[in-house]
């Protein structure tokens, strides 16, 4: 499956990730395992392992195949350099029709409103492409980035998930945002 989505203004592209992107994941991944440490999971060393990424990413081709989840690198225009990664997860149709978002860019290229634009990218996709009706996410009450992040792109805070993930070795209290299809309604139907 092959998903290419361009924000030209901010230099960006969004593709589901292929076991070819193995290495420059991997190498993203280790460079920003010690600036967000204190928003991410504690990991093994095993995980900063080509053998670990290319599993990582067969699983989540697989999951696009079964259409429970997406995993876009996020990738400059200019030179296809791999920047970071927006995902949607956990996709359940049926009556719920509903995502959790998860997303991350190298330090070096925050600020000039990438995240945004690689969120908004992946939101339209979420409800153009997949049809959902609503999609999540759930940040660290401390993390503002990433808080503004989701505003911009029309999220709004639903409340705390109280210790809801394990993060730098706790379980830790999570803001969770949301937004609807509806929320988006006359934006979605631009080109």
């Known amino acids: 499956m092959t998903i290419t989505l361009y924000d ?3 230099g960006i592209s969004l593709r589901l990730l292929a076991t070819q992107d193995a290495q420059a994941y991997l190498e993203l991944v280790q460079q920003t395992r010690i600036p967000y440490q204190p928003v ?3 990991r093994d060393d ?3 392992t080509l053998d670990a990424q290319i599993r990582r990413i067969e699983d989540r081709i697989k999951a696009a195949d079964e259409g429970t989840g997406y995993q876009f690198g996020i990738f400059t225009i200019k030179d296809d350099l791999l920047i970071g990664q927006v995902s949607l997860n956990n996709v359940v149709l049926g009556v719920a029709h509903y995502a959790d978002m998860g997303y ?3 330090p070096d290229y925050q600020g000039g409103g990438r995240m945004t634009a690689a969120v908004k990218l992946a939101v339209a996709y979420g409800f153009r492409a997949l ?5 999540q996410a759930a940040v ?3 993390n503002k980035g990433s ?3 989701l505003e911009k792109n029309g999220f709004q805070p639903e409340g705390i998930a109280r210790k809801y993930l394990k993060i730098n070795g706790m379980y830790q209290d999570h803001q969770v945002y949301a937004v609807l299809a509806e929320d988006l309604e006359e934006e979605l139907q631009q080109p």
């Open 147 to 149: 808080q503004r992040v």
């Open 140 to 142: 660290l009450p401390t």
């Open 8 to 10: 030209t203004a901010h």
């Open 104 to 106: 991350f860019i190298h």
């Open 131 to 135: 049809k959902l009706n609503r999609i």
């Open 46 to 48: 095993e995980f900063y």
């Open 40 to 42: 991410e999971p504690v």
